[in-house]
């Protein structure tokens, strides 16, 4: 199979057609858009065999770069349109991609009742803690006391963590990356596009132009630092004391459970439905 950067980008990017890309120098989409190709080259799928779904946001933009079956969904809606798919194509691998407001905060209760009917969707959830595409507003993930272009005195709502909901709502993959570490993001999203059931890879992204200028990290390199120095995996984290622990996060797969998949349920109600009108 492909692996060399030259053949993966001429199987995989509509690179004739819409590029340059129009991400901010320092974000992290372009590593995520990255382990997103070599994950799917790596699974073995054939493009036809793919669908990516993306909302509005900066992470929206993949599926205009992704040479694949894409569509580019309304805000907070991706899942809607991913679930429909799945359910009229069960054959499909379905991914959807979408930033920290598009998916937990319009998108929330899609986010949440996805996870809950155990959907058997890829879901990777761009974290930069920001509204980095409509001029840098707060978001659901925007860390206690953070400078943005609507809380400039200080952010006073506490945040959430999307790790930690997708579990507790059902989903039966969860992982966390970062763009930093790009090995891992690489086999967490594989490990999640291989898995039957609600798959969730959550990304700490880096977003310089909207969040890291206002928070004292106006360099890219800076972020990717951060992420580096606050990023723990499980197995460090075990052996780490909860004052340690304090200021980090951990990455790694956090869940991986088996459970009933609901386009699987949803074909046997439809095969008892049939039988039920024949008798």
């Known amino acids: ?144 006391g953070s400078k943005t272009a609507t809380t400039p005195y200080g952010h006073i709502e506490n945040t959430f963590s999307i790790s930690d909901l997708a579990t507790a709502a059902g989903a039966a993959f969860v992982g966390r990356g970062t763009v930093f570490h790009a090995k891992l993001l690489d086999r967490l999203i594989k490990k999640a596009i291989l898995k039957r059931g609600f798959s969730v890879v959550e990304v700490i992204s880096s977003c310089p132009t909207q969040f890291g200028r206002r928070n004292a990290m106006a360099s890219p390199v800076i972020m990717l630092q951060w992420l580096r120095d606050h990023a723990v995996t499980l197995e460090k984290a075990r052996s780490m004391t909860t004052e340690e622990l304090e200021d980090k996060f951990t990455i790694g797969v956090l869940t991986d459970v088996e459970k009933p998949v609901y386009s699987e349920e949803y074909k046997k109600i439809r095969e008892r439905a049939k039988a039920s009108s024949v008798a």
């Open 1 to 144: 199979m492909p692996r060399d950067v030259t053949t993966l980008v001429h199987k995989y990017l509509r690179h004739d057609k819409t590029f340059p890309h129009i991400w901010c120098p320092g974000c992290g989409n372009g590593i995520l858009l990255g382990a997103l190709i070599r994950a799917i080259d790596r699974s073995g799928l054939e493009k036809n065999d793919v669908a990516l779904v993306s909302g509005i946001g900066c992470s929206g933009r993949i599926t205009v770069y992704v040479d694949l079956n894409t569509v580019h969904v309304t805000h907070g809606r991706a899942l809607t349109f991913a679930t429909g798919i799945k359910l009229a194509n069960d054959a499909l691998n379905v991914i959807v991609v979408m930033g920290d407001g598009d998916a937990t905060a319009i998108g929330g209760n899609h986010f949440i009742h996805a996870a809950r009917r155990n959907m058997d969707l890829t879901a990777i959830v761009v974290n930069n803690q920001i509204y980095g595409m409509t001029g840098g507003q707060y978001s659901p993930t925007t860390p206690y």
